[in-house]
């Protein structure tokens, strides 16, 4: 079956724009995660939702991030008022359980989408 | 919180030897240790893990071992090839509850033809 899906796959933005990233996570699964990758670091966690719920924000960098999934499935990150440092990969995982339960310690990640803030 | 080491960070090797990635842990009560190999402009892939309860897991070419008491894992992977190159990641997750998973900072394995 499908994986998790990332659009856009490359995002180029203005200093000071708005972006939205959209992830389409594996059918079925509970829970979802999105984390930030700067250039040669690993994934560093953003927030994790429980089907609709958003359980776990405390890797946002800033309240310029905001991460919905309103039906439990489709996932968007937001970041107002983009920055340089914004500038990144940003990785979305699905599990098919929630996390820490039965099925939701394996993830499965999309391709990401790489964000140039320029 | 969890902290994961990994090292090291680069590692070079001759095609059809054996490559070793080693990483630790701090948090003792993490009991769920994936590996994930990233290739150039792709996401991280699951390629094995291991559990508390194991010592050591073994599928084909890739194995990985469990030090509970020092807190230490490893990946090895043995006969490598020019497509084993990429990023390999660790990760440390505490199941029964929810936590994070916490990654290393990456290996960069590079496979001489």
């Known amino acids: 079956g499908a994986g998790v899906s990332q659009s856009p796959r490359y995002k180029v933005a203005k200093r000071g724009q708005d972006v939205a990233l959209r992830c389409d996570p594996i059918?079925?699964?509970?829970?979802l995660f999105w984390y930030q990758q700067a250039l040669g670091q690993g994934p560093e966690f953003l927030t994790y939702f429980q089907n609709e719920a958003q359980l776990d924000k405390s890797g946002l960098p800033s309240d310029r991030f905001f991460a919905e999934r309103p039906e439990g499935s489709v996932s968007t990150l937001k970041i107002q008022r983009t920055q340089q440092e914004d500038s990144a990969v940003y990785l979305c995982a699905s599990s098919l359980g929630p996390a820490g339960g039965p099925g939701g310690e394996t993830q499965y990640f999309g391709p990401g989408t790489r964000l140039l803030v320029l | 919180g969890e902290n994961v080491e990994q090292h090291p960070s680069t590692l070079s090797v001759q095609e059809g030897d054996s490559a070793v990635i080693k990483c630790t842990y701090s948090?003792?009560?993490?009991?769920?240790f994936p590996w994930y190999k990233q290739e150039l402009g792709k996401g991280p892939q699951l390629i094995i893990d291991i559990r508390s309860n194991v010592g050591e897991k073994k599928d084909q070419r890739i194995a990985v071992t469990l030090n509970k008491t020092a807190k230490h894992f490893s990946l090895h992977i043995t006969e490598t090839q020019p497509e084993d190159s990429a990023v390999y990641f660790c990760a440390a997750v505490r199941s029964g509850g929810y936590q994070k998973v916490t990654f290393g900072i990456g290996t960069k394995l590079q496979v001489i033809p």
């Open positions: 059918s079925g699964h509970v829970s």
């Open positions: 948090d003792s009560a993490s009991n769920y």
